[in-house]
């Protein structure tokens, strides 16, 4: 009996993820597992291309409400150029990331299924705490998609009815329904619909895979957390190179799934933000105003929003992997002194207490720097660390400091020293567009 019911488990634990397909058997799960929320979203958003008749709707969308509402919408209801005049760069800028952006879903969701592109196929070997963290933040990840979206759909909203309101009953007489002028404000309204639907289908598209990489940093900042309490429980070099190991096989398995992405993103959304600054600053007959422009800084504050969301992610995780260096050195010493302490013939409390400065008081008195690096606030108590040799503990140091783990675009490392170099590049060329253009010299 108990046979047969662990039978009927196992069967049930072993459902697809997607069974209407068969190439997705691999990213086995059951209907009621920690991928519904995300299953559901990606239906509302229509990214969901599982099978054959979904793959049609979520394309047809896409050419639809990513593609030509924003063409129809600059090239057919552009009546008036001098209400609208930024019109171009914001539709060209917002439709190549979210072009980008689905893109590289698509490839995501084709290739390797939900389960293995959020690594969820490799919490079996992780601890509880690390699955329920995971969890917890798989659940709260549509939240934070809706908090970046709302704002910025808000506002097009209200710039939009603006728009469509001060410009009813002048559109041309072919876009009429029915071709009469009593229909205007029909036409107007359909028109002002299409508009939103399209800004807030291409922004979600390119919000989503922004949280989506901010989710799967979270997990292995999870994985470093329990990492770095290998240092006091266990005893074996080993152990600890295997797993240091396998955390930087998943560092670079982001790295190259996420690599093309960044920087096609920071390459597009530059130069949305360099021309949108070249047509408000240059010699242009336009006056600049929030009537006029008002769109194309939402468009230029969402993208970088959702820029901000990729480059912090992975400057953080970088930031945590490379703290582990930091971490392992601190280990040795305390080690090491631990050790000459141990043969002492007096040994004395208080010399146990000054070989570990980490002390609850000083975490406490430092509620920034806890909140800045969990892994440095950890307590370092290698109760096992007569049992490493010293030889030991210096090889996995030095192994550390020549085997650093982190995101990677190309071979550059996203950490802080490249993100203010990348900062450096921008303002250097801000400052050279104004001096061309309002004279800053």
Not at 279 to 301: D, F, M, Q, R
Request: glycine share 6%.
């Amino acid at each position: 009996m108990a046979r047969s019911g662990g039978e009927v488990g196992d069967n049930y634990a072993r459902q697809p993820l997607l069974p209407r397909k068969a190439s997705y058997t691999r990213s086995l799960s059951h209907a009621g597992d920690e991928l519904k929320s995300f299953r559901s979203c990606l239906r509302w958003l229509c990214v969901d291309q599982s099978d054959t008749p979904r793959a049609v709707v979520s394309w047809s969308l896409f050419f639809l409400l990513g593609l030509f509402v924003p063409a129809a919408s600059h090239f057919l209801l552009i009546y008036s150029p001098a209400r609208r005049p930024y019109d171009l760069a914001v539709q060209l800028s917002l439709t190549a990331v979210s072009a980008l952006s689905y893109l590289c879903l698509s490839a995501f969701h084709r290739r390797y299924g939900l389960r293995r592109f959020l690594f969820l196929d490799k919490l079996v070997g992780e601890s509880e705490r690390v699955r329920l963290g995971y969890t917890i933040q798989l659940n709260s990840s549509f939240r934070l998609l809706a908090l970046f979206l709302m704002p910025s759909f808000a506002g097009d909203v209200a710039y939009k009815v603006w728009w469509h309101a001060t410009g009813a009953g002048r559109l041309p007489e072919y876009l009429l329904f029915f071709g009469w002028r009593g229909a205007a404000w029909v036409s107007e309204a359909a028109a002002c619909g299409l508009e939103l639907a399209s800004w807030v289908y291409r922004m979600a598209i390119f919000f989503l895979i922004c949280v989506l990489f901010r989710l799967i940093c979270y997990l292995q900042i999870l994985r470093l957390q329990d990492f770095a309490a290998i240092f006091r429980e266990e005893s074996d070099v080993a152990t600890v190179l295997r797993e240091h190991l396998r955390i930087r096989k998943q560092l670079r398995i982001i790295s190259h799934r996420y690599r093309a992405f960044i920087l096609s993103c920071l390459v597009l959304v530059s130069a949305g933000n360099f021309a949108s600054l070249l047509l408000t600053t240059g010699h242009h007959h336009t006056e600049v105003n929030i009537a006029n422009a008002g769109e194309l800084a939402l468009c230029s504050i969402g993208l970088m929003t959702g820029l901000l969301i990729c480059l912090r992610s992975a400057a953080k995780i970088t930031h945590k992997a490379q703290a582990i260096t930091s971490h392992a050195a601190t280990w040795h010493v305390l080690a090491t002194i631990e050790s000459f302490d141990a043969d002492t013939e007096e040994p004395t409390s208080e010399t146990s207490a000054n070989a570990y400065p980490l002390s609850n008081s000083t975490a406490e008195s430092d509620e920034e720097a806890r909140d800045e690096d969990e892994l440095d606030d950890m307590k370092l108590m290698p109760s096992h660390v007569n049992t490493i040799s010293f030889q030991k503990r210096q090889a996995l140091v030095t192994y550390l400091e020549n085997n650093r783990a982190g995101i990677t675009v190309f071979g550059f490392v996203v950490d802080r020293s490249w993100l203010h170099g990348l900062f450096m590049i921008e303002f250097s060329l801000i400052l050279w567009l104004l001096g061309k253009t309002i004279g800053i010299s």
